[in-house]
């Protein structure tokens, strides 16, 4: 339409220009007409009646005049066209626009979340040879085997500089057993509002056992004394606090937690709390003390049987440098294996192999089902480095198991062995231990092993 009137506009300026030039003469022309008419009276009436006729020349004139008409109306076409297609063009480009827009929208939210994001992982295998025997006799546990004593596998994702969240898997597979289990060891939001105020809601590390364990440095090899002797584990339901003062010379941790451990989220009357306080006065010296008091989550809605409360002393000191490593651990737990009343024995099991107590001593007569029991312990343990890659290792515990209700029964342990990093994250070493268990005649248990233990990291 655009095109048809500008046309027009153009072919009415032309021959409006055509028009003009045919009808306006020469004023001398008319002058001399008139003088014409003057003179000769009779023509007047010829004049006037007749038609104009166009010379061939205004013809030519005319006809280049429509040819440039229609060719300058074929340009306006054209270029309409163009323009037509240069806004189809523009739309699309800038649909395009929006679309790289919107995908770079999601890749940008995609490269945050994955920048924000962490997986990590932890593998503690073993190939051992192991002989657990009760009376010189080894049980159904004995045997050549290959054991993933623990797998986790972390997600930690961070929202802001104040907000994460984390996310840690369990799993164990024991040959033993022939059993394969997993659990969610760590699920906890976490609020950094400063090194010296950290708060985990969910389950997450415990003040003591993971503390000790970053101390002892081989736990790929085996638990630490608390864990090993089942009166401590590493993270339980609940709200945990902790931070850091004066450029992390002092520490400090606070859980108020299920007490069923990490496995358990049964709910219960009340909660446990476990405490820890650390200093380190000089680079690489360790000094805490921490403690445990609770019902270790047995004390149900519906529960009649709960006499007791659990409580843990523990005590850590060590010392390491790029050379060596020396520390000991200390632990007094009242009550662990007697919460709930009953039959007042000795725990009936004792240790990472579960080395049975036999017949425990009878209770002084007179000793109700209500009395409590104690075990005690401590352990030493340090290194050598012979370069940045191997070194030699040995651990040495001794236990009183149950104090008040078998005071004979005592367990000793100890291990040793050298370890190489064959790259970054991973580490092999072969290993020694030695477990035994004794009252007298009545227990006599003991378990030895040796074999190839690793440790991955990623």
Known sequence: MRTNLLAAMIAVSLFGAA????????????HSSKRHVVKKKAAPAAVETAAPVASSSDRAEIDALKAQLAAMQEKLENLEERSDAQSEVNTQQAKTNEDVAKSTAKTDSLAKLVNDTSVSGTVFADTTSLAVKDHGVKNAASGYGFDVKRAYVSIN?????????????????????????????????????????????????????????GNYGYRYVENTLADRLKVGTSADWGLHVFGTFNNSMFNYAVSAVNGNGYKNTTRSKGVDLEARVGVTPIEGLNIAVGGYHGKLGKDVNGATNVAHSANRIDGLVAYSNKMFRVGVEYFSANNWNRVTTGAPNAP??????????????????????????????????????????????ARYDNADVSRWLDPGLKDKYYNFGVDYALTKGVKVAAVYKHEELKDGAKTDAKGDEFGIFTEIKW
């Open 19 to 30: 028009t003009a030039a045919h009808a306006d003469p020469d004023p001398r022309t008319k």
């Open 348 to 393: 009936g099991t004792i240790g990472g192999y579960g080395l049975v107590v036999h017949n425990p001593t009878p209770p002084p007569a007179g000793v109700n089902t209500f009395v409590g029991d104690r075990a005690r312990g401590w352990s030493l343990f340090g290194n050598v480095n012979f370069s940045d890659k191997a070194s030699v290792f």
């Open 157 to 213: 994702h961070k929202f802001n500089d104040t907000y994460s969240a984390n996310v840690t898997t369990d799993f164990q597979y024991a040959s033993a057993i022939s059993a394969t289990e997993v659990y969610i060891k760590k699920a906890y939001v976490q609020g950094k509002y400063s090194d010296a105020f950290t708060v985990r809601l969910g389950s997450a590390d415990l003040p003591w056992v993971p503390y000790a364990e």
